[in-house]
């Protein structure tokens, strides 16, 4: 009796356990057969035939198309099988009743199969045949035509189990020998198409209808000119900056009167501008330091971002941005002054150290590097962006552009022109970088220049929308605006003279890095400003950290001021006091080197003035499976 009743009980739990699992929603196709022709006018009309097994409470089936720009779906209708025979079914966007069917969105098509009191279906086998077709699928190209379309929807709920295609051409179209009427595949998965390829020709009269992927007159125009525009751009930098000497090497440092020769016979600031071609933060740093070596000036390092500064001479006998630079650091007539006492005294109106030196020094500049004017580069990027704008105000207004791409191509290529612009200054400023490095400087260019010509050769693929004349204009101004943006940022401003001038001091700034990696280098501590001004200070650190117990640092004294630099020609170069590296470093000695520049970059950087502005806190999509027409989804609902 008891197993009796363990029996029963397993039963009972069995079938209330099979309930639940019976009433899941699970979908397939036993077979989908497709029947399609393609007309003499380009127009292919399906008749799609889906045998469907429902299992679960579904509503009925229903079939996304996935149509795209210049394609065209025309219905025909939707019927059922019932007794052996096609019942036609009943339009209605309600769907109240069984057979009802409706587009519930655009391409949308869905039909009732089972109302919602009913009972699940289970396993329950059902046939549609869905009527229509297709118009614009078609790509031309300059070989001829080409029939690229997912014959599946690949979007669904479940795997077609069989699937059988019947493709018949019109007489006005001939395939190639590759071509079969028939096809067919076996377990098709979720997600997976069946896309046919056919290359066709057409031997009829007339034109048929289809989507031209040829370029248009004005896209190869502005492929010509983009790509030749660029080239001779390119041609252009690279013999101009050959001709002047810059791919050169750097000449050999031969021996301290060699430096003497190029390096120590310019003050340090002017070194400084020379060699990057630029005035900054650190030639305020390379000026202060030559007027303490001078004994212009005492400073004393409170902290590596504090400095005390004392005026030694009488500051009538200074001179251009010398006393300029002086008159704002001493202000009201004062001899004294420091970090504090600066940010204090302008933090209403702004102190830049940087501006108050930049006309003198660049007139010192001028006269040692003369420069060879070319206009080229910068009248062309400023015409090229003004056309780029203007055009695409104009595509927008008139309703042409698409916003997402006019923003992309807006704002992508002032991102691009913005990184070209930058890298190009560093290039410029570098002098032993060679060819290669300017090619990859010209990485931002070159990307804008291809990602333009990639967008105008394909970009019917993309999403077969012709682009205007107006909008293929803009994409070419706007590329090339990047390019001459990325050059004339790259290009020497100076004549070949000029140019060998910057080439023996970057040839001196190679030889003071490669001694501080050494442990006995061949340096003076006179010659200290002249390091700072080639922006060696944290390798004279890393110097000092290294040697900081060896005898060589402990030969000097921790001096609160370099006092004992000179940059008298002719000490600078008799002098033998060999190289401490200021006895500290990061490891302590207030007059360490890398402290003093810290302290006198403080300085440097000014008073930035107060800011006025402030601020405040407070789906899914069908697949074509890479064909080029067709595809969408289907299942259930």
Sequence with gaps: MIRLHFTLFSLVLLLGLARPAHAQRQLHWDRLDVQATLDADGTLTIV???????DGDWNGGERIFNIRPHQTLRWHGLLREQNGGWRQMTEDAALDDIDDYGWTEPHRLRWRSRMPG???????VLRYRLHYSLSGILLKNEDGYVLDHDFVFPDRDGEIRAFRLQLTLDPAWEAGSGFRTTYSADRLPAGDGFVLTVPLQFVGTGEPAALDTTLSPVGIRALQMLLGVTLAAVAWLF?????????????MVEDDAWLQRHVFVHPAEVVAAAWDDGIGSTEVVALLARLEAEGKLESDITSRSSMSLRLKVDR????GYERQLIEKLFFNGRIKTNT????????????????????????RLDALLPTAKTFIPGV???ALLLLAAVLLVIEFVAGRGEPGATAAVGFGGLFLMGVGAGVGHGFRGALHRGPLAALLTLAPALAAVGLAAWFLRSHVALDYEPLSPGFVTAITAMALAVVFATIGSMRTRQKAEAVAVRKRLAAARAFFARELASDRPALRDEWFPWLLAFGLGD???DWSVRHRDSPVASTSSHTTSPSSWTSSSSESSSTSGGWTGFAGGRSGGAGASASWAMAAGSIAAGVSPPSSSSSSGGGGSSSSSGGSSGGGGGGGW
Excluded: C, W
């Design 48 to 54: 799609e035939t889906q045998t469907m097994v429902f």
């Design 118 to 124: 009913d009972p699940p279906f289970a396993r329950t």
């Design 239 to 251: 013999v101009r900056e050959t001709s002047r000497g810059r791919f050169a090497a750097l000449p």
């Design 316 to 319: 009538d006998t200074l001179e």
């Design 340 to 363: 504090d006492l600066v940010k204090q005294h302008y933090r209403e109106k702004g102190f830049n150290p940087v501006y108050e030196i930049r006309s003198g020094l660049g007139a």
């Design 380 to 382: 062309a990027t400023g």
């Design 539 to 541: 390798k004279m650190d």
